[in-house]
């Protein structure tokens, strides 16, 4: 597609439950990025992406949350053992360069966890 | 680590009237962007600004560069209803993450 696809685009999940979460970057964009939106704040960082460098994890809040990414395209996030509070928007993005700061959101999955 | 310091949190603003927010930050930046995030969706660049002192707009809306690569800020002219959303600012280090400020949220009486 043109844009960044994310998917699901809604997921509702019991407490304890592990959740993947799926990015498909524009083709082409060498870096993906994960933020975390929690209802009515910005946007926190979770980890990037670049090429085959090693990510830059130094956001992710805790070690149930991990993300990879495959062939250097699709990533998938995933939050182990989930708690209420990882209940939030997590969108994804995409860039052409590491230089470019122009990076492209997908419309974001929304995780609720009850 | 780095922090963007983005000012106002919200504003009210009446129909047609001019609309400005900043970000401030004690680190210098490579670039500056304002990105709006209309609800339910994912957040779309506005402007985008790589140059100390550089002046770009786009339409309706400004951005500025600071001087000192600390700080930018955004107008917004003769504002219409749909500029209704939520503004952020965000600033890159060379080769490093982007960083996000908390966010402007733009309500406007008509």
């Known amino acids: 597609g043109a844009g960044v696809s994310q998917s699901p685009s809604n997921k509702v999940t019991e407490k304890g439950k592990d959740v993947e979460l799926r990015c498909d970057p524009i083709?082409?964009?060498?870096?993906l990025y994960w933020y975390r939106q929690s209802l009515g704040q910005g946007l926190e960082f979770l980890i990037y992406?670049?090429?085959?460098?090693?990510?830059?994890k130094s956001g992710l809040p805790s070690d149930r949350f991990s993300a990879e990414r495959t062939g250097g395209s699709v990533s998938t996030l995933t939050i182990q053992r989930t708690q209420q509070e990882d209940s939030a928007v997590y969108l994804c993005?995409?860039?052409?360069?590491?230089?470019?700061?122009?990076?492209?959101f997908g419309e974001g999955s929304r995780l609720t966890v009850l | 680590g780095q922090q963007l310091n983005q000012s106002p949190q919200s504003m009210f603003i009446q129909e047609g009237e001019d609309v400005s927010m900043n970000c401030t930050s004690s680190?210098?930046?490579?670039?500056w962007l304002w990105y709006k995030q209309d609800p339910g969706e994912g957040p779309v660049l506005l402007i985008a600004?790589?140059?100390?002192?550089e002046l770009t707009s786009n339409g309706r809306l400004t951005a500025q560069f600071g001087i000192t690569r600390k700080d930018s800020f955004l107008n917004i002219s003769a504002s219409i209803p749909s500029d209704v959303g939520i503004y952020f600012c965000?600033?890159?280090?060379?080769?490093?993450?982007?960083?996000f400020g908390a966010g402007t949220i733009l309500r406007v009486k008509s």
């Open positions: 993005a995409s860039s052409l360069a590491p230089s470019d700061g122009e990076l492209f």
């Open positions: 965000a600033g890159r280090q060379y080769g490093n993450k982007l960083v």
């Open positions: 600004l790589y140059k100390a002192g």
């Open positions: 680190s210098i930046f490579n670039t």
């Open positions: 083709s082409g964009h060498t870096a």
């Open positions: 992406f670049q090429g085959n460098s090693a990510p830059d």
